[in-house]
């Protein structure tokens, strides 16, 4: 390709003067002077859009670069009318004189040759049918700029609480019948060095769990006894070597419980043997539906095999016995082998699992984290050596300080070893005056290094699993924690210690909800309280555990009548619970845990001393309140007078400054107080001449409550207040009697009758349907009966049943309901022939 030529210089009709030569410096700063290409057309955008990406630059590009090139040049204030587009000629005819310093002041540019043409692609005509599928789920995690989340959204949270805890249930109820699986139990009791087997026989022994065979005769002669008295074992103390054990197979409490010696020994030897390789469960978090497709997508494709990613994965029971084999695996299955070992060797013990399922509640804790981007390339790549060349020099060696041999205790003529040669070198390296530069060495030679394991769940400070060991002595279950916590827990600061707290255990989603026990035989057991604070209920579990919710159960009129407790865990433990038939009976021990400790612990009310009350003991006391602590509708008696009067304690050490004093009332003055609406809905009304006890704001369930309360208050200026009085200040609303059989109606056309007392001397309710119907039919004045109201909308709905009519029309009226019942009937009947006719024929 030719050279790109300014085409300035084929204007000028002859060659300039010979310049002077230019340095390399000058050529250097020389500024590039390239010709902008033709103007482009339409057909070389369309060419370039077929070409593919590694091919050259479009012409719009082109345009855009050869803009910033001459605009650097000197050249950029001319117009572009002042030059023409030329194609230049393959060779150009020049004077021999001009050749040297035309080709200093060109420059070449290399220019890839163009790509050969795409094939044509044939482009689809027609209509394209394009098909939408509309995601129905919805998206549990939280979205973001919402005030708040909708009753659905709530239902929908709690109902996924319910499956996760009822699947985690599941999980671990079969985890436990692999920990009873008897191959698991004999591969790990043949780990069992022969140590820990006597340590095996001893707690057997002094737990009185088998009698030892009777002891041979010791053969006659001396005794070998030191000391004084030897052979007189009649003068002997009575724990020395001629004394006997009276009862064979009895339990030894010398040194505490047999049990905890050997779970000592236990957990120490478990806690070097097993390695933990993999990740264990843990509380993820609600994700959006996308990142929950990619991981789901994800675990298909891989089936699972990422652990870092998808946790670890136990194919059955083989792969169960599999990890008993190699004592690997994560931390969960540590603990689940663990209990496969005790039971193994004879030890009652159960398999507690710490559940930690999805959340009901709204807050940050509830979301998973953001999803990031893991780099798994980057843990292959070997690091960089350091190359010898940049290494640093080695330092001079420096002055080391004898250090004087240990002494022995033994003081003979052989202790003492005369100086070797190395003292003479100590001698010489302690003068300052002499430098010996250091001589090359050979680079001592280091084995290779294996790489270090990779640690898992680091974060997690608490255990998800762990271990109860029923000691056959006391008849305790003993919780015991090899891996994690590595403790024993023997008193309550040890077992309350498995319950999470702190800002990090918050930040790894640790909780407390739901911690169940999983016995041999298969049953589960719910042990929260004992591993709670202080043993109370609910603790930390707030929030995390669903609470027992009221019920209400209402009577045949559509009124609450009572209130039943729903404990939706309690139900499900149902199946899973020791004593709901007889292959599965209560033991001494759960009963004694019931009543001990699994037994929710009532709150302590410490006594305050006279003049030491704050403002949160009057908060919560039952015996005093303060004014200020009345709720809306609590009210003061008028003749209520103050026992004592408070001062806060900031204000007893104030000095100089009055103190100010706040009366102290009896609760016995606190009555409860209501709106005449309220009081007049319950079928009383305030009497005559009554003043209300309080005044409050009103409160407006309704959008044209409202709509008056704001034109009351812009056409007085002030708050609206509404009066609440006491039910000694109300009486029974009575009406007058009817007279000439006209019912009394209001201004809605209609009787209030929210209690049978409201009902008028000489009319009946008829609270039948169909009898506003039969009364128009009659001609009988009537009036439909409002029962109450239904709130929705911000509106106030009335609750129409049935009619109010004189006592004369009631039989007439009955008679009538009965017959337009009949007649209902009969034409239902018809119908239903007529259909059964229909689909015979």
């Not at 008897?182 to 340590?199: C, D, F, G, N, T």
């Not at 250091?438 to 280091?446: D, F, K, L």
Request: aromatic share 6%.
């Amino acid at each position: 390709m030719p050279p790109y030529i300014p085409r300035k210089r084929l204007r000028s009709h002859s060659p300039p003067p010979a310049p002077e030569p230019k340095t390399k410096k000058q050529k250097s700063q020389q500024k590039k002077q390239i010709a902008p290409p033709r103007k482009p057309t339409l057909f070389d955008d369309l060419d370039a859009s077929s070409t593919p990406r590694s091919s050259t630059k479009t012409s719009l590009q082109q345009i855009d670069d050869s803009e910033d090139s001459s605009s650097t040049s000197s050249l950029t204030s001319l117009s572009s009318a002042d030059f023409e587009d030329v194609l230049l000629p393959q060779s150009k005819l020049s004077s021999p004189s001009d050749d040297d310093d035309d080709d200093e002041d060109i420059e070449f540019e290399d220019i890839p040759a163009p790509p050969p043409p795409a094939a044509d692609v044939a482009i689809p005509t027609g209509d394209l049918d394009l098909t939408l599928v509309r995601d129905t789920r919805i998206n549990l995690a939280a979205a973001l700029g919402k005030k708040g989340p909708s009753k659905l959204e709530r239902k929908i949270r709690i109902a996924a609480h319910c499956v996760h805890v009822q699947l985690l249930l599941w999980h671990n109820a079969l985890r436990n019948a692999w920990a009873s699986d008897e191959e698991v139990k004999a591969v790990m009791i043949s780990h069992l060095p022969a140590r820990l087997w006597e340590e095996v026989e001893r707690w057997r022994r002094n737990s009185g769990l088998e009698i030892l065979p009777e002891e041979r005769p010791l053969p006659k002669g001396k005794p070998a006894v030191n000391g004084k008295g030897r052979g007189n074992a009649a003068k002997g103390r009575e724990w020395g070597d001629a004394a006997k054990q009276l009862e064979k197979g009895a339990v030894d409490m010398s040194h505490g419980d047999p049990l905890f010696r050997l779970m000592k020994v236990l957990t120490a030897w478990w806690r070097q043997r097993f390695k933990i390789t993999a990740p264990g469960l843990r509380k993820q978090g609600y994700m959006s539906l996308e990142r929950l497709d990619r991981i789901t997508k994800a675990y298909k494709q891989q089936e699972g095999n990422d652990q870092d990613r998808f946790g670890e994965k136990i194919v059955g029971l083989e792969g169960f016995r599999k990890c008993a084999q190699e004592c690997t695996g994560s931390r969960d299955v540590g603990a689940q082998l663990f209990t496969a070992l005790l039971r193994g060797l004879g030890i009652e013990a159960r398999l507690v699992a710490s559940l930690q399922p999805l959340g009901f509640g709204w807050n940050k804790l509830e979301e998973a984290e953001p999803e990031k981007e893991e780099d798994y390339t980057s843990e292959d790549v070997p690091e960089k050596k350091t190359p010898a060349s940049v290494t640093k020099p080695t330092a001079p060696p420096s002055r080391k300080t004898p250090t004087k041999a240990p002494k022995s205790t033994r003081s003979t003529r052989h202790s003492q070893k005369p100086p070797g040669p190395s003292s003479d070198l100590e001698s010489l390296s302690d003068s300052d005056d002499l430098i010996i530069s250091p001589s090359p060495s050979p680079p001592p030679q280091t084995s290779p290094t294996k790489p270090k394991a990779k640690q898992h769940d680091t974060d997690l400070d608490y255990p998800h699993y762990w271990t109860e060991a029923l000691s056959p002595v006391a008849n305790k279950y003993l919780p015991l924690d090899p891996l994690v916590k590595n403790i024993i827990a023997t008193n309550r600061e040890l077992i309350e210690s498995f319950e999470p707290r702190g800002a990090k255990a918050d930040k790894a989603r640790q909780v407390v909800s739901y911690i169940i026990a999983h016995n041999p035989d298969g049953t589960a057991k719910d042990v929260t309280v004992r591993y709670l604070k202080r043993q109370q209920l609910p603790g930390r579990t707030k929030g995390n555990r669903l609470p027992p919710e009221k019920i209400p159960v209402y009577d045949r009129n559509g009124k609450v009548a009572r209130y039943e407790q729903y404990d939706w865990f309690k139900r499900v433990m149902n199946s899973y619970v020791r004593g709901r038939d007889n292959l599965h009976p209560l033991t001494e021990a759960d009963k004694h845990e019931d009543i001990t400790d699994l037994k929710p612990a009532e709150r302590e009310i410490k006594p305050v001393k006279e003049g030491e009350e704050t403002l949160q003991y009057y908060k919560q006391s039952k015996e005093f309140v303060l004014a200020r602590h009345l709720k809306r509708e609590e009210a003061l008696l008028p003749t209520a007078k103050p026992v004592k009067m408070f001062i806060q304690s900031k204000n007893k050490k104030a000095a100089g400054k009055t103190v100010e004093e706040e009366p102290v009332y009896s609760r016995k003055d606190v009555v409860q107080v209501k709106s005449a609406e309220t009081w007049h809905k319950q079928g009383r009304a305030p009497k005559p001449g009554e003043q209300p006890l309080k005044r409050v704001p009103y409160r407006a369930a309704t959008t044209n409550r409202r709509r008056e309360i704001a034109e009351a208050e812009m056409a007085t200026g002030e708050k609206v207040l509404q009066g609440l009085y006491s039910y000694d200040q109300t009486d029974w609303i009575i009406p007058e009697p009817i007279q000439d059989g006209k019912i009394p109606k209001n201004e809605y056309g209609n009787i209030d009758l929210f209690v049978p007392t409201m009902c008028p001397e000489g009319a009946v309710h008829i609270p039948y349907r169909g009898a506003m119907r039969v009364a128009k039919r009659l001609g009988v004045d009537y009036a439909e009966a409002v029962v109450d109201f239904e709130f929705g909308h911000r509106m106030a709905v009335p609750v129409i049943q049935g009619v109010v009519v004189a006592e004369e029309y009631y039989d007439r009226m009955m008679e009538e309901l009965e017959k337009d019942e009949m007649e209902r009937k009969r034409k239902m009947y018809l119908r239903l022939s007529m259909v059964m006719w229909t689909i015979a024929w």
